[in-house]
């Protein structure tokens, strides 16, 4: 298995899919295909396991919804913010391509890694909280972009500064 150093995410109009294009360290790449079913479920997993650290490192678990969502608004706004665009992957005709099967997540302190199953192999990448929120970011405008269902994405990714103020208005 080799861990994923580097990566960006295309949506692919003419495939009406996601690539999500990866390097290792040893500057190999992989383009990880993803459809529109995978990606999905790979958002469904990963937004109610997003871990809140910034903004509200103790906001108790049985908060009420709109705190929650105000919450992960601003957790959301710092990622965007802080999020600095670099050279994209770059594929080749040497680079490895597949359909992604299966993704696995597990969880860590610092945030969460993710394993892409496709033809036999596997790729991981750790992400700290950070990064994956601006994965997400990055992926819920390319679901706009292709024209996709977003009823999968939670409004404070959408408009994280709506649910930002509306913790104002509740405090």
Request: hydrophobic letters at 50%; proline letters at 6%; aromatic letters at 6%.
């Amino acid at each position: 298995m080799a861990d994923i150093k580097k990566f960006s995410l295309v949506y692919d109009a003419a495939e009406d899919r996601i690539a999500w294009d990866t390097e290792d360290a040893e500057g190999g790449g992989t383009r990880l295909w993803l459809t529109q079913r995978m990606c999905r479920e790979l958002v469904g997993a990963v937004i109610p396991r997003l871990p809140k650290t910034a903004a509200a490192p103790d906001i108790a678990p049985d908060a009420a919804p709109e705190q929650e969502a105000a919450v992960q608004s601003w957790e959301q706004a710092a990622a965007a913010s802080n999020h600095i665009r670099t050279t994209g992957v770059r594929v080749s005709p040497e680079t490895t391509a597949g359909l992604v099967s299966a993704v696995h997540i597990t969880p860590s302190n610092a945030g969460m890694a993710l394993t892409f199953d496709f033809a036999g192999q596997q790729r991981a990448i750790a992400m700290d909280a950070m990064a994956i929120r601006q994965a997400m970011n990055v992926l819920h405008g390319l679901f706009v972009a292709a024209n996709w269902p977003t009823d999968v994405w939670p409004g404070w990714i959408a408009q994280p500064v709506t649910a930002a103020a509306n913790l104002r208005s509740l405090n």
